[in-house]
């Protein structure tokens, strides 16, 4: 049977043109696929049920989620100095504790960790982001490949800046080698200070706390670290009643990370409130919705999707498709 609007428009029965692609996938993006729906009959005047979004925007995401796999190099060349931030922050995921059987009724609610990553240019607003739901090796990778696309390359020094969590510290090392600096985040500390200065200091916590916060700009750690054993909890007292041994253990295991006079006088941030931005902006804004429960591999998807939009590849990654389906 002929159809002549269809080879005109290049779309075969009962699929989608590219350009209706592009638009569901566009809502789907930022919005449920429930509301995807509604904004395309809105917009379009076209009716597509949600099950056809959830389709056409996940695979999309796979494409990219795909392409993202392996080891980027890096290039010989690249800028002086760079900033990367990593962190991870939980989203609602849907799991079957058994895999045989229907499936449906064996699902379970918890929360799994997506880490995100960024790079950027110092004195940048452009940061470059990765995500994934996978494990600390690919999120390593993915930091390696947004520093590359951000216009690192193997002489290029990467400062950065998280909570001094262990598995994010090995993968500046794994990452970077000797290029790699990592600073633990000075507000972070400072919340571990806080807590300790109340115990100690009672109503004189803030002015105490602004003291060692001082202290710590200076490098002195010395001294911070002198103050909280002259306030520590005895040992009999646990470690949840505990603020000022907490304060003084998680300073004394990373004061090779706490270089903050050195990155002041090279201008370079002792905050990491980039990622914490967006974590809010990236992750949760489509993945913590209300009523949004993921599947771990849709999650991945989904994630690799967002970080395409929010590192303004949009525009090219459709480009590629018309090429790809002229």
């Known amino acids: 049977m002929a159809r002549p609007f269809a080879e005109a428009a290049r779309v075969s029965c009962r699929s989608y043109s590219l350009g209706l692609q592009r638009v569901v996938t566009d809502f789907a993006a930022d919005s449920s696929f429930a509301a995807a729906v509604e904004k395309v009959k809105e917009h379009y005047g076209i009716k597509v049920c949600a099950g056809t979004v959830r389709s056409i925007t996940e695979g999309h995401a796979a494409s990219l989620s795909d392409e993202l796999d392996g080891v980027a190099q890096m290039p010989a060349s690249g800028v002086r100095r760079m900033i990367g931030e990593m962190d991870g922050s939980f989203i609602p995921c849907v799991e079957s504790k058994d895999k045989t059987g229907d499936r449906r009724k064996q699902r379970v609610c918890c929360w799994r960790e997506a880490k995100l990553c960024l ?181 991945e998807k989904m994630l690799a999707l967002r970080v395409m939009r929010a590192n303004g590849e949009w525009q090219s990654y459709w480009r590629r498709q018309r090429q790809a389906h002229a």
Request: charged letters at 25%; glycine letters at 12%.
């Open 119 to 299: 790079a950027e240019v110092v004195g940048s607003t452009q940061p470059h982001f990765g995500a994934t739901m996978r494990g600390v090796e690919q999120a390593g990778k993915l930091w390696r490949r947004s520093v590359i696309s951000a216009g690192g390359g193997r002489n290029t020094e990467v400062h950065c800046v998280g909570d001094g969590a262990p598995w994010i510290v090995a993968q500046v090392a794994e990452q970077f080698g000797e290029r790699g600096h990592y600073l633990v985040d000075f507000y972070h500390v400072s919340e571990y200070l806080a807590a300790a200065g109340e115990a100690i200091a009672k109503e004189q916590s803030r002015a105490w706390l602004k003291v060692q916060q001082e202290r710590l700009k200076e490098n002195r750690v010395g001294e911070v670290l002198a103050e909280l054993a002259s306030g520590r909890e005895p040992a009999e007292v646990a470690d949840a009643e505990a603020p000022v041994r907490r304060c003084e253990r998680y300073l004394s295991d990373r004061q090779a990370y706490l270089d903050y006079q050195g990155a002041r006088a090279a201008g370079l941030p002792i905050g990491s409130g980039e990622i914490e931005s967006g974590h809010r902006t990236v992750v949760q804004a489509r993945l913590k919705i209300g009523g949004a429960w993921w599947l771990m591999e849709n999650a």
